[in-house]
Nanobody
Framework: QVQLVESGGGSVQAGGSLRLSCAAS????????MGWFRQAPGKEREFVVA????????YYADSLKGRVTISRDNARNTVYLQMNSLKPEDTAVYYC????????????????????WGQGTQVTVSS
């Protein structure tokens, strides 16, 4: 049974930082590209960033590039999302997702292309 468990969310003031983690189990982690998405109340799920499995190629949404960094530790079956200079509009539930051997920005930025999803972790940024 595949499980993705996010952690690290919380409340932070504008300008602050958070590091989210997503621990995966029940899959061959290095065979999966991992993505981070977010969803604010009343809005559609939005792509944040993705990283491929073996070679660690990364794809960032333009709106967040420069403020977020994705990384993965295949030995720990974990993917991380470092978020800096947070803004109130970054407030959302952040989800990690796994896609078997996915690549390219257009493919990994589409939520429907992912095989598995975590339950999400809330990030709240106050002004």
């Amino acid at each position: 049974q595949v499980q993705l468990v996010e952690s690290g969310g919380g409340s932070v003031q504008a300008g602050g930082s958070l590091r989210l983690s997503c621990a995966a189990s029940g899959l061959t982690f290095s065979s999966y590209s991992m993505g981070w998405f977010r969803q604010a109340p009343g809005k559609e799920r939005e792509f944040v960033v993705a990283i491929t499995g073996i070679n660690g190629r990364t794809y960032y949404a333009d709106s967040l590039k420069g403020r977020v960094t994705i990384s993965r530790d295949n030995a720990r079956n974990t993917v991380y999302l470092q978020m800096n200079s947070l803004k109130p509009e970054d407030t959302a539930v952040y989800y990690c997702a796994a896609r078997y051997y996915g690549d390219t920005y257009s493919f990994l930025s589409a939520p429907d292309n992912y095989n598995y999803w975590g339950q999400g972790t809330q990030v709240t940024v106050s002004s």
